[in-house]
């Protein structure tokens, strides 16, 4: 499968995992699945931009608070994202921030089950 096809799948892929995750997470909403789709390529944009800006400062970081440094970004990375998105409704930086665990949790899930289909 070349690149974009499979950029274009996981994009599609992690909108369905807003979905689930918004389903069970109380504070964050999703209208409809296309904006659960756009929410997933701001925040992939964002977090290319923002993981790379601060690389030598987040490393560093993330340890020195044993992971929940990373975990705090994530969440302020989908609170910005929100607002480039108006379907996508989080209530606060502790509902962003477990979101965005919750997201990458069911999005690996979903990959690792359609390994065989996105080859």
């Known amino acids: ?3 974009l096809v499979r950029m274009v799948a996981q994009f599609l892929v992690t909108g369905v995992s807003v979905v689930i995750v918004a389903a069970l997470l109380p504070g964050m909403r999703v209208k409809r699945y ?3 789709v756009g ?3 701001v925040t992939a944009v964002l977090n290319v ?3 790379r800006a601060f690389a030598l400062l987040s490393v560093p970081f993330t340890v020195l ?3 929940l440094g990373g975990f705090v970004l994530n969440g302020l990375i989908f609170l910005v994202a929100k607002r480039f998105v108006s379907g996508v409704q989080i209530s606060g930086c502790l509902v962003a921030a477990i979101a965005a665990a919750l997201v990458s949790v069911c ?6 089950a359609l390994h065989d289909v996105l080859r």
């Open 39 to 41: 929410f997933a390529v």
């Open 65 to 67: 608070t044993l992971g």
């Open 1 to 3: 499968m070349n690149d």
């Open 107 to 112: 999005n690996s899930m979903l990959m690792h």
């Open 34 to 36: 296309g904006d659960a």
């Open 49 to 51: 931009i923002v993981w």
